[in-house]
């Protein structure tokens, strides 16, 4: 396996720190005026999620993971794993964990693709794509004369999600919702 000295370090590189996967967050190259040289770096463990910080000396080498980004469709979900499947022709089938789409549950649709973070061919996460589409399943009636200006109200969307939406919006409508910030951004032409 390939490994990257302190000098090859920069955000977003995952390596291999005491047996587990971690990606890089921060790095800062520090010359302090008496002493040799090191590296302060910001470390995500991507088991735990843990963040911590660590020195390295100029010179020391980390291990590369295995950690590959894949896109996937979500399959189906049979209560304990949620399943997801390459799209790249081979068909491949991979199940995730809870602790592995935690994070993206309420965006999860049927046929969409998402990023699956694969380690050792074992899904470590899951993350959603920026937007997603999701029908409107529970929310108040609309009224005549509500408008886009006035306030909001929430709805329930088909994944359970539950989202602020202006007052005109119904029950059966698609939206376009930002998943970052969990945010209603447009009603979609059907």
């Not at 660590?54 to 399943?83: C, I, N, P």
């Not at 809870?98 to 309420?106: C, Q, Y």
């Not at 074992?122 to 029908?135: I, Q």
């Not at 929310?139 to 088909?158: F, I, S």
């Amino acid at each position: 396996m390939a490994s990257y000295s302190t000098n090859e370090f920069r955000s977003g590189l995952k390596v291999l720190l005491e047996g587990d996967p971690c990606v890089i967050l921060e790095n800062e190259f520090v010359k302090p005026g008496k002493g040799q040289a090191f590296n302060r770096v910001k470390l995500r463990n991507l088991n735990s999620n843990r963040v911590w910080e660590r020195t390295f000396k100029s010179g020391e080498s980390l291990e590369s993971a295995d950690v590959v980004e894949q896109e996937m469709e979500y399959l189906y979900t049979d209560g304990e794993f949620w399943h997801f499947m390459l799209t790249d022709g081979s068909f491949e089938q991979y199940p995730a964990d809870a602790k592995a789409v935690s994070d993206v549950l309420k965006w999860l649709k049927e046929q969409d693709v998402y990023t699956v973070t694969l380690y050792n061919d074992s899904p470590l996460s899951v993350s959603a794509p920026n937007f997603v589409e999701l029908e409107v399943v529970d929310t108040d009636p609309g009224m005549k004369g509500d408008t886009a200006q006035g306030g909001t109200k929430p709805a329930t969307l088909a994944t359970g999600a539950v989202v602020n939406v202006p007052l005109f919006i119904n029950i059966g409508d698609v939206l376009k919702v930002d998943t970052r910030s969990g945010e209603y951004v447009n009603r979609v032409k059907t």
